[in-house]
């Protein structure tokens, strides 16, 4: 996966500028309105979810102007929702980890009355929260990496089932663990570039633009890379 490029495709754009810069203004309505409802910031990530599969497609299929505009913004919801409603299944048994921790958090005050049984429920309630966590962050990782697996047939099948043939998703990382290796990688270092540009300021006007279209890119990348040995989404 080429880093540099997927930094530096915008701006071979022609109208990088109108592209980059509605981006950024709805990412400034986005925040502004949300101090009134979340909706709008809700909005806000589905349209960028949109662009940055627009993205990943484009690139994939070398398209010679990866970078797509708004004229859309219905078709970018409505694939926007898509993606972000599998993102969230994937995700459930995260907030079922999260509800568990909750009700051990609670159970040294079955123990208030005694000294001794508080700590050992106290004691006891560290170890499972720990325990817990550790197991959160462990299958978000995994779960993440195979909704990208299930991301990437999609692109051959846009068919909401594609993410849930959980076997062909997670085989496909199996099969090419270096590369999604790499791929987690550079995420993370995106995700350090966007915080250190959200400490700016200004700069987290910027952040989200760039983070979808830089890691959108590397996924097309890589679906490219791996389209002629993706099992058939059907």
Request: charged residues 10%; glycine residues 10%; contains cysteine.
């Amino acid at each position: 996966m080429d880093f540099a490029s997927a930094l530096t495709f915008p701006f071979e754009d022609e109208d990088w500028l109108k592209k980059l810069g509605i981006g950024v203004l709805i990412t400034l309505g986005g925040m502004l309105l949300s101090f009134i409802l979340l909706i709008p910031l809700l909005l806000m990530v589905l349209l960028f979810s949109g662009w940055q599969y627009e993205i990943i497609k484009r690139v994939k299929n070398d398209d010679p102007t990866p970078l797509p505009g708004w004229d859309d913004f219905g078709g970018l919801l409505k694939r926007g929702g898509t993606l972000i409603g599998a993102l969230l299944i994937y995700q459930i048994p995260v907030v079922l980890f999260s509800c568990a921790i909750g009700v051990i958090a609670a159970l040294p005050a079955l123990g208030v009355s005694d000294e001794n049984a508080f700590a050992a429920m106290s004691t006891a309630a560290m170890i499972l929260i720990s325990c817990c966590s550790c197991l959160i962050i462990l299958y978000a990782i995994v779960a993440a990496i195979v909704y990208i697996g299930g991301l990437i047939r999609y692109t051959d099948n846009e068919e909401f089932s594609t993410f849930f043939q959980i076997g062909d998703n997670f085989a496909l990382v199996k099969d090419n663990i270096g590369d999604f290796g790499m791929l987690l990688l550079f995420f993370i270092v995106a995700g350090i570039g966007v915080n250190i540009l959200s400490a700016t300021g200004i700069g987290g006007l910027v952040a989200p633009v760039f983070q979808n279209y830089f890691t959108g890119h590397l996924v097309g990348q890589l679906a490219k890379k791996l389209a002629a040995s993706a099992a058939p989404a059907v």
